[in-house]
């Protein structure tokens, strides 16, 4: 019961992807062909909520549901394991016409195919876990 919040959040978040189209291999399409603004708008206004929020939590001292301090931390900002990264999370997404978040949202759309996808994910995590310690960070 305790985590039943996440739940409903999950929920919310799944109807809100698949009512603004997001989930939609075609507006996936749309945005790789540069054919639409579409998943740029929704992609963009995340970016705008996110930094918006983020500094609220750093100027309004904020706190995690646990009561700890939010802290956020200085990252090596090399420019090849963000192209690398970039262009590894991009051909998932063209294969598979899904990033992580939509994954979850198209099988709970009964997309079943999707189980593979995700299960290809957790592999992928799981490969990366083996071989971390020997990349470039």
């Known amino acids: 019961m305790k985590n039943i919040k996440y739940l409903i959040i999950g929920i919310l978040f799944g109807i809100i992807m698949t009512k603004s189209e997001a989930i939609s291999w075609y507006r996936i399409q749309e945005m790789f062909r540069f054919q ?4 740029y708008g929704i992609i963009g206004s995340a970016l705008i ?3 918006i929020i983020v500094q609220l939590i ?4 904020l706190k995690s ?3 700890t ?8 900002m090399s420019v090849a394991r963000y192209l690398y990264g970039g262009i590894i999370f991009g051909l998932g997404w ?4 899904a990033c992580p978040g939509p994954m979850f949202t198209l099988l709970g759309n009964g997309y079943s195919v999707f189980l593979v996808v995700i299960g290809s994910a957790i592999l992928g995590t799981y490969a990366y876990g083996l071989v971390r310690a020997r990349l470039p960070h």
């Open 65 to 67: 549901l646990e009561g």
């Open 94 to 97: 063209a294969l598979s016409g």
């Open 58 to 61: 750093k100027r309004y001292k």
């Open 36 to 39: 639409s603004f579409h998943m």
């Open 69 to 76: 301090q939010i802290q956020f931390s200085d990252k090596n």
């Open 49 to 51: 909520v996110g930094v």
